[in-house]
């Protein structure tokens, strides 16, 4: 007699310390059967790799809200599917500058005290040069600290602000963009976040003004350092991207980023956010 025996999740390493490539079928990870296993390895690997796995915006849907979705995107009609995407069809003025933020190392949501746990972007346009989005892996960057440095750094805070995340791509904002980006406010987070797993992670990007208490200088050598460290050969992955590749990363331990791309190419990925659970603390 036949034994059913459950789907197992099959998955290979794409570098040591970041990024695994899932083999399963479309049908396999739509079954529902491998939900702990994926969030498991999701954390464990910051990076997940679903290779033209061709999900249509329904199933893409679906699995998200398998993983722990539910979250309503950014868009305008509170759907649950969101255009990555500069191309001025696509979206508002404010929308692309706003996107344009996501060129440089970034965390998504430092605005909130609770961030997305993850996202998943599925590709349906190439760019014609560029676009490769990159990530990295800040569980693992942190780690691999030296003790004292990790003291050092467990109890300093960050004061996060939008705009200071808008000034990597416009250095030279009206007044006007300036005020209606510091409208959005600020945060401060701590440099280093305590996970309840247990694990550790840093918490850095563009929108990290200062260290609260350092002066402007010393503040810059210790977001800059770390973020060239964090985002250095061992911990960082990059996915040039085929049209129906799928990837989900881990936003509460990696940064990630948009590579330079022609604005006007049509370059589009489709983005489902995973509902945050855990405030930085
Ligand atoms: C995002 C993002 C990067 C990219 O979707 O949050 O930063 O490559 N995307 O477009
Ligand atoms: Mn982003």
């Given at each position: 007699?036949?034994?059913?025996?459950?789907?197992?999740?099959?998955?290979?390493?794409?570098?040591?310390?970041?990024?695994?490539?899932?083999?399963?079928?479309?049908?396999?990870?739509?079954?529902?059967?491998?939900?702990?296993?994926?969030?498991?390895?999701?954390?464990?690997?910051?990076?997940?790799?679903?290779?033209?796995?061709?999900?249509?915006?329904?199933?893409?849907?679906?699995?998200?809200?398998?993983?722990?979705?539910?979250?309503?995107?950014?868009?305008?009609?509170?759907?649950?599917?969101?255009?990555?995407?500069?191309?001025?069809?696509?979206?508002?003025?404010?929308?692309?500058?706003?996107?344009?933020?996501?060129?440089?190392?970034?965390?998504?949501?430092?605005?909130?005290?609770?961030?997305?746990?993850?996202?998943?972007?599925?590709?349906?346009?190439?760019p014609t040069w560029g676009g490769n989005t990159e990530f990295a892996n800040c569980y693992a960057a942190y780690d691999d600290l030296p003790e004292d440095k990790k003291a050092e750094l467990d109890e300093l805070r960050v004061t996060h602000a939008m705009w200071v995340s808008q000034l990597y791509w416009c250095p030279e904002p009206t007044l006007a963009q300036l005020e209606d980006w510091q409208?959005?406010?600020?945060?401060?987070?701590?440099?280093?976040?305590?996970?309840?797993?247990?694990?550790?992670?840093?918490?850095?990007?563009?929108?990290?003004?200062?260290?609260?208490?350092?002066?402007?200088?010393?503040?810059?050598?210790?977001?800059?350092?770390?973020?060239?460290?964090?985002?250095?050969?061992?911990?960082?992955?990059?996915?040039?991207?085929?049209?129906?590749?799928?990837?989900?990363?881990?936003?509460?331990?990696?940064?990630?980023?948009?590579?330079?791309?022609?604005?006007?190419?049509?370059?589009?990925?489709?983005?489902?956010?995973?509902?945050?659970?855990?405030?930085?603390?």
């Amino acid at each position: 007699m036949a034994v059913l025996e459950k789907t197992k999740l099959r998955h290979e390493e794409i570098k040591p310390k970041i990024g695994s490539r899932i083999l399963n079928s479309k049908e396999e990870l739509l079954s529902g059967e491998l939900v702990e296993e994926i969030n498991d390895l999701l954390e464990q690997r910051g990076v997940l790799v679903f290779k033209k796995i061709d999900f249509t915006d329904e199933e893409q849907v679906t699995f998200s809200n398998m993983l722990g979705g539910n979250a309503t995107e950014i868009g305008v009609d509170g759907g649950a599917v969101f255009s990555i995407s500069l191309d001025a069809k696509e979206h508002s003025k404010e929308v692309i500058e706003y996107l344009k933020g996501s060129l440089y190392w970034h965390v998504d949501g430092t605005m909130n005290p609770v961030p997305i746990r993850g996202s998943i972007l599925s590709s349906k346009v190439l760019p014609t040069w560029g676009g490769n989005t990159e990530f990295a892996n800040c569980y693992a960057a942190y780690d691999d600290l030296p003790e004292d440095k990790k003291a050092e750094l467990d109890e300093l805070r960050v004061t996060h602000a939008m705009w200071v995340s808008q000034l990597y791509w416009c250095p030279e904002p009206t007044l006007a963009q300036l005020e209606d980006w510091q409208s959005k406010g600020e945060q401060e987070l701590p440099l280093v976040w305590h996970h309840k797993s247990g694990r550790n992670s840093l918490v850095l990007g563009n929108t990290a003004r200062n260290v609260v208490g350092k002066d402007m200088e010393e503040s810059a050598r210790i977001l800059h350092g770390l973020r060239e460290f964090a985002t250095s050969e061992p911990y960082h992955y990059a996915h040039e991207w085929e049209v129906g590749d799928a990837v989900m990363w881990d936003n509460t331990g990696t940064l990630h980023r948009a590579m330079p791309y022609d604005p006007d190419c049509g370059r589009l990925l489709r983005r489902t956010i995973l509902l945050g659970d855990e405030p930085f603390s």
